[in-house]
């Protein structure tokens, strides 16, 4: 299964797309899960989380970014998993 480190930027993009994440804006880097949820997201937003090695992706699947169950993981380009 391919890694994130084995897309290019604009690979990747075009994969959040296809997963319902908004490629026309660059995902938010954050260095935690506070900073996740502290950002001014809006519904289709990504957040790539950098306290990860290698960094994990999440998507905001509604209006609320302060609520950790409204962002989903891609977790990898194999399955999309539900953040906990």
Known sequence: MATLADFTTD?????LGS???NPQR???QTR???DMLALPARR???AERRDFLP???FVLQSDSPTTLADWF???GFGCTCRCS
Do not use: C, M, N
């Open 19 to 21: 997963r319902g994440a």
């Open 55 to 57: 960094h994990r992706f």
């Open 32 to 34: 935690s899960q506070a």
């Open 26 to 28: 660059k995902p938010f």
């Open 44 to 46: 289709t937003d990504v």
């Open 11 to 15: 690979e990747l993009l075009a994969e």
């Open 73 to 75: 993981e891609l977790g």
